[in-house]
C-alpha cells in the first residue's frame, strides 16, 4: 500500500501540529479544546501523517483549518457520515470529527443517531456552547429553554435537547462529557475516547465569549460554580465502590444525564462492542473465503457465466 | 414495421386449416398479463435467456405494479432473428391470466394478433373479429398436473411450456436454463416446476389453433453472450470500473444496485454501506473519496435532489465520484414504476453556485456496463463528480449482448506516494490529484480539503480574484474533458432532411424509427448523446448537414416548448432549427410516435 518513506518520521510535537493561528474570537473556550487535542496527540504519538481531522460547519467545526493534519472541512452537519466513510475504508488512519451543538444535536442529529449504532471506528467532539455561534447568536438545540437569541428575542421556548441521553439511547459505546475551562479532564477524556474501539463521543461545554458570555460558569469553580465529577467504579469489592457509577450501565448513564443542570463529568457510559469496522471486515473475509480468494476478473467472468 | 409478420404469414381465423403449418417468423412480440409480477418476470426472464442463447435478438419491457405485492404485472418479450432495437409498439402475442389482462391489454394486440387466454378465468370477447381467440385451461391443466392449487408461479410455468412448443424453441436449452434457476430452491419445487413446463408442452392446441411458428436462425452471436437488466450490467460495470465503495438508501428503481453492490463488494474486498438517507449516503461516499478510492453512491430522482448540497461540494473540493441516478416519473414521488428523462437539468444545474458537472447516459443495457467504466475514467482522470443518468426501462429491461472482456479490468490501487513541499491539490496548470490521509507530506505541510473557496495550495479565501480564477478553473477542466470526447456516430446518411438527436434509452426506438423512416423515403438520420454535459464539440457541423433537427426526449416540453436537452442545444447552438418532440406518460417512446414527429416537424 504505502511506498517507502523518505526520512525518519519526525516526533509529533504541538509545534509541528500548529496551522494558522485559530481565527477564533479572543478566549473563545474552543481554543483549549484546541490546545488540549494538540496535548493528547503529542503524548501519544499518532504518526503524523495518520491523523485526519474532519469537521462540518460552525465556529468549531473551523477546527481542521487549525491543526496541521490531514483534513477536511466539510458541509454543515454531514461531518459523521464523511467520517464513516474515512474510517471504514482506511482503517489505518485516525479519524477525528470535531463539530457545534448546531451541527451535531440539529441539522446532523439523524446521522450521530445512526452513527452511534453502526459503531464505526472514530472519535467525535463536540464543542456545545448552547448557541450558533458563526450565524451569530440563535437560538440552538441545546439553548436553555428562556435563552434570549435573535430568533427567540423573548426567550427560548422549545425543549432542549439532553445530549447525554440522546447518545445513551441512540447506542454510542463511549460516552463523556468535559468541560472546556477543565484542561485536564478534557484531556483524559479525549485520551480515553480515542483509545476507545468504536465509536467514542466527548460532548465538551464550550464558552461563546461573544454570543452566551458565562453559559458555564456555574460549572467552573474558578467562577464560583461546582465542577462534579461522576466516580466510577473501581472493581474493588469495598462499600464505596457499591455507590459509584458502573460505566456498562445504560440505565445509570441515562439516570446520570437527568440530573439537573450543569449536571456531572466524565464517563457516561462505556461498552465495547464490535465496531462497524469490524463487522464489515467479518463481511468481507467471509465472503472472500467463499469465493476462494477469487480476484475481480474471474469473479466479474464467473458471474458472466451465470447470465449465459 | 418489422415486428409485423409479412401478410402471408399472418395468422387470421379464416384459415384455420386443419393441418398444422409452420411458419418461419423472424420476430414476434409477446405480452404476457397477469397478476403476480414474480411469476411472469420469471417465464419472461427465462424466455430472455434463451433467446439470449439462441442467437436471437430479444428485448423485455416490464411494468411493476405499484401496489407492494402483486397487482396487475406486464412483461413483454420480443424476440428477433435480427437486429432488435424496442420491445415493440404493439403485441403479436397476447397472453392473459385473468380477466382484467384481457380487458386491459387486448388492444396492445395487432390486428390479426393471437390472444391466448386462460377459459378458466377469462370470457372474451369472441365476436371481436380483429383478433384470434386461443383458450387454454391453464389454471387446472396446472392443477391437474402438479397437483393441489395451481399457483401463478405453476401456471407461468405452464404457459412457458406452451409457448415453448409452439414457437418450436430449444427445449433442451430451456430445461436446462430452468434447472439452473431453481438449482437452491427446494428439489419439490423444481420438479413442480418441470411438471407444469412439461404439461404446457405437451399441451395440444390442434383442435383448436393448428399453427406453430419457427424463428429464423439468428444473426447475433450465440456464444458467449450474457443475458441480463440495465441495472445489473451497471452493477458489474461500476466492479469493473475499479469501485470498490459505495453508500445509498433504498428508492425504486435503484435499489437493485445497491442490493447487488452490497452483496458483491465484499468478495471484491470492498465495503457498501446502507446509510440512513441520501445526505449521509453521499457524504459516505465522498468520505471514500477523500480518502482515496474510486465510489459510489446513486439514488432516484427525489434522493438525488437530497443528495445536491454534498456534489456541489464535490465540485468545489475537486473529488472523484460516480452518482447514478435511476430515473421514472416526477416531480415527486410522481410515477415511481414509470419511465422519464426529466432529471437531466436537475442532474446538471442541480446544486448552488455554478458547478460545471459531468453528466453521461447510457444507450441500453449493454451500454449500462460500459456507461460506468466511462463514469469511473472521468472521475479519476478530472477528479471530479458525474453522473449517470440511466432509468426505469433501462433499470428492469433485459437483453442480450456479447460478454464484456475482462482482461482490461483493472484493480485500484491506493496513492500513498509521498508529497513534497510544491504539493498544490488545485494547481492552475494542472488536474487535481488529492493526497489522501496516510501520504506523507515531507514538507510537513499537511493539506486540507475544504468547500470555501480556496488558492491552489486549497487554503480558504475570499479574494474576488482568486475566486474567479479558480471559477475559471473549474470550469476548463471541463472543457478540456469536452475537446477529448469523439463526436456521436450518424446513424443514416451525413445530410438530409431531419436530424434526429436523442440520449439515454429513446437510443433503440430512435434508431428503428430511422430504419423505418428511410424505408418510405425519408431522409432521416439520427446521433445519439452519451456525453451531454458537457457535449462534445462540433454537433453544429453534424446539424449544418440537415435542413431540420428534432431532439427526442421523454420530458415535458416546459414553459417555452423544448425539451431539456433541445434547450440545452438551443443554448449552446442559438439555431432555431433545434425542435423538440416530447412526451410524458411514463412510457417509451413508440416507433410510430417518432414517424408522427418527424413527419409533424415538416410544418
Ligand atoms: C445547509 C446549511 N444550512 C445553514 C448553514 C448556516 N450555518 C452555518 S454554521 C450554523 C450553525 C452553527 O452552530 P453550531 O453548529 O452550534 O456551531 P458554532 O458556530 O456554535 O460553533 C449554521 C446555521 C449552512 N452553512 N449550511
Ligand atoms: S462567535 Fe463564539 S463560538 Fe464563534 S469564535 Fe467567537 S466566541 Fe467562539
Ligand atoms: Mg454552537
Known amino acids: 500500500m504505502s511506498t517507502a518513506a523518505p526520512a525518519e518520521p519526525e516526533k509529533l510535537t504541538k509545534k509541528s501540529l500548529l496551522s494558522d493561528h485559530p481565527t477564533w474570537c479572543p478566549a473563545c473556550g474552543d481554543f483549549a479544546v484546541l490546545a488540549a487535542f494538540f496535548k493528547v496527540l503529542e503524548k501519544l504519538q499518532i504518526p503524523h501523517e495518520k491523523i485526519c481531522t474532519l469537521a462540518g460547519i460552525g465556529c468549531a467545526s473551523r477546527f481542521p483549518y487549525f491543526v496541521n493534519s490531514h483534513g477536511l472541512h466539510f458541509i454543515h452537519g454531514r461531518v459523521l457520515p464523511l467520517a464513516m466513510g474515512v474510517s471504514l ?9 470535531f463539530g457545534g451543538d448546531g451541527d451535531g444535536f440539529s441539522i446532523g442529529g439523524n446521522h450521530l443517531e445512526h452513527c452511534a449504532r453502526k459503531n464505526p471506528n472514530l472519535t467525535y467532539v463536540i464543542m456545545d456552547n448552547f448557541v450558533y455561534g458563526l450565524t451569530k447568536k440563535q437560538t440552538s438545540p441545546t439553548s436553555p429553554i428562556g435563552f ?6 423573548g426567550g427560548a421556548i422549545d425543549r432542549p435537547v439532553n445530549p447525554m441521553k440522546k447518545l445513551v439511547s441512540s447506542g454510542a459505546s463511549f460516552i463523556a462529557r468535559t468541560h472546556a475551562a ?4 478534557m484531556m483524559e477524556m479525549f485520551e480515553r475516547a480515542i483509545k476507545h474501539p468504536g465509536f467514542s463521543v466527548v460532548e465538551v461545554l464550550s464558552e461563546c465569549v461573544i454570543f452566551y458570555k458565562g453559559a458555564f460558569d456555574n460549572a467552573n469553580p474558578r467562577k464560583g460554580g461546582e465542577f462534579e465529577l461522576i466516580e466510577e467504579k473501581s472493581w474493588d469489592n469495598s462499600p464505596e465502590d457499591d455507590e459509584r457509577h458502573d460505566v456498562t450501565n445504560e440505565a445509570d448513564a441515562y439516570a446520570i444525564a ?19 469496522n469490524t463487522l464489515e471486515q467479518q463481511l468481507i473475509d467471509a465472503s472472500q473465503e467463499k469465493t476462494a480468494g477469487a480476484d475481480a476478473r474471474e469473479l466479474l467472468k464467473n458471474r458472466f457465466a451465470l447470465m449465459k | 414495421m418489422s415486428s409485423t409478420p409479412t401478410a402471408e404469414q399472418k395468422p387470421s381465423s379464416s384459415d384455420q386449416a386443419t393441418t398444422e403449418r409452420t411458419e418461419d417468423i423472424n420476430n414476434a412480440v409477446i405480452r404476457l398479463a397477469g397478476n403476480s409480477q414474480k411469476g411472469i418476470q420469471t417465464i419472461g426472464g427465462l424466455l430472455a435467456k434463451l433467446a439470449g442463447r439462441s442467437a436471437q435478438e430479444v428485448m423485455t419491457y416490464m411494468t411493476i405494479p405499484s401496489t407492494i405485492s402483486g397487482g396487475a404485472s406486464i412483461f413483454q418479450v420480443r424476440i428477433g432473428s435480427g437486429e432488435v432495437l424496442t420491445p415493440g409498439d404493439e403485441a403479436d402475442f397476447l397472453v392473459a391470466f385473468y380477466q382484467d389482462s384481457y380487458e386491459n391489454h387486448i388492444n396492445n394486440l395487432r390486428e390479426g394478433g393471437v390472444c391466448l387466454y386462460d377459459n378458466d378465468h377469462v370470457e372474451p370477447d369472441l365476436t371481436d373479429k380483429r383478433f384470434i381467440f386461443v383458450g387454454v385451461p391453464m389454471t387446472s391443466t396446472t392443477i391437474e398436473a402438479i397437483g393441489g392449487s395451481a399457483r401463478d ?21 430451456l430445461v436446462h436454463i430452468i434447472e439452473t434457476q431453481f438449482k437452491n430452491k427446494h428439489e419439490s419445487v423444481l420438479r413442480n416446476a418441470m411438471l407444469a413446463f412439461d404439461a404446457g408442452y405437451a399441451y395440444q392446441l390442434g383442435d383448436i389453433f393448428n399453427r406453430s411458428y419457427e424463428f429464423e436462425p439468428g444473426k447475433a452471436q450465440s456464444d458467449g453472450r450474457i443475458t441480463t437488466d440495465g441495472n445489473t450490467a451497471l452493477t458489474y460495470g461500476l466492479l469493473a470500473a475499479g469501485v470498490r465503495y459505495g453508500a445509498g438508501y433504498p428508492i425504486t428503481p435503484w435499489s437493485s444496485i445497491m442490493e447487488q453492490l452490497r452483496s458483491e463488494l465484499p468478495k471484491y474486498g470492498g465495503i457498501f454501506v446502507q446509510s440512513e438517507d441520501e445526505l449521509a449516503a453521499v457524504s459516505t461516499a465522498i468520505g471514500f473519496a477523500y480518502s482515496g478510492h474510486l465510489a459510489i453512491t446513486g439514488s432516484s430522482g427525489p434522493g438525488l435532489s437530497l443528495k445536491m448540497e454534498a456534489m456541489g461540494y464535490a465540485s468545489m473540493a475537486e473529488l472523484p465520484l460516480i452518482v447514478i441516478n435511476v430515473q421514472r416519473g416526477g416531480p415527486s414521488t410522481g410515477l415511481p414504476t414509470s419511465v422519464e428523462q426529466s432529471d437531466l437539468m436537475q442532474a446538471i444545474y442541480g446544486s448552488h453556485g455554478d458547478t460545471p458537472r459531468v453528466v453521461i447516459a447510457p444507450k441500453d443495457v449493454e451500454d449500462c456496463y460500459y456507461i460506468a467504466i466511462e463514469a469511473g475514467r472521468i472521475a479519476r482522470e478530472f477528479s471530479t463528480p458525474v453522473v449517470v443518468l440511466t432509468d426505469q426501462a433501462l433499470s428492469s429491461r433485459i437483453e442480450a449482448f456479447p460478454e464484456p472482456d475482462v482482461s482490461g479490468v483493472i484493480s485500484p490501487e491506493l496513492d500513498l ?10 494547481p492552475f496548470d494542472a488536474e487535481t490529484k488529492h493526497a489522501p490521509p496516510g501520504t506523507r507530506m515531507t514538507g510537513n505541510k499537511y493539506p486540507v480539503v475544504t468547500g470555501l473557496e480556496h488558492d491552489e495550495w486549497g487554503h480558504p479565501t475570499s479574494s474576488p480574484e482568486i475566486h474567479q480564477k479558480m471559477t475559471d478553473r473549474r470550469r476548463e477542466k471541463h472543457k478540456r474533458m469536452a475537446a477529448s470526447l469523439p463526436l456521436p456516430e450518424i446513424h443514416g446518411e451525413k445530410e438530409g432532411e431531419i436530424l434526429l438527436i436523442g440520449w439515454g434509452s429513446t437510443w433503440g426506438p430512435i434508431r428503428e424509427a430511422v430504419n423505418v423512416a428511410r424505408e418510405s423515403g425519408h431522409a432521416v438520420s439520427a446521433i445519439h448523446l452519451r456525453h451531454i454535459h458537457p457535449m ?9 448537414a440537415f435542413k431540420r433537427v428534432l431532439v427526442i426526449e421523454m420530458n415535458d416540453e416546459g414553459m417555452y416548448g423544448y425539451g431539456q436537452l433541445a434547450t440545452l442545444l438551443r443554448a449552446r447552438y442559438a439555431d432555431d432549427k433545434i425542435k423538440s418532440l416530447t412526451k410524458c406518460d411514463g412510457l417509451n417512446f ?8 418527424i413527419e409533424n416537424s415538416s410544418d
Do not use: C, W
Open chain 1, 182 to 185: 477543565q484542561v485536564k479532564h
Open chain 2, 153 to 173: 408461479r405453476g401456471k407461468n410455468i405452464f404457459v412457458l411450456g406452451l409457448i415453448t412448443n409452439l414457437f418450436d424453441l430449444q427445449r433442451d436449452k
Open chain 2, 536 to 544: 462534445p464539440d462540433g454537433i453544429d457541423g453534424i446539424m449544418d
Open chain 1, 148 to 153: 434570549q437569541s435573535k430568533t427567540d428575542p
Open chain 1, 258 to 276: 437527568d440530573i439537573q443542570y450543569p449536571g456531572k463529568f466524565g464517563v457516561f457510559y462505556q461498552n465495547e462492542r464490535p465496531s462497524k
Open chain 1, 89 to 97: 475504508s482506511r482503517p489505518d488512519v485516525h479519524v477525528f470529527a
Open chain 2, 590 to 597: 413508440q416507433i410510430r410516435q417518432i414517424i408522427a414527429g
Open chain 2, 417 to 426: 506516494e509521498p508529497r513534497g513541499e510544491d504539493f498544490k491539490p488545485y
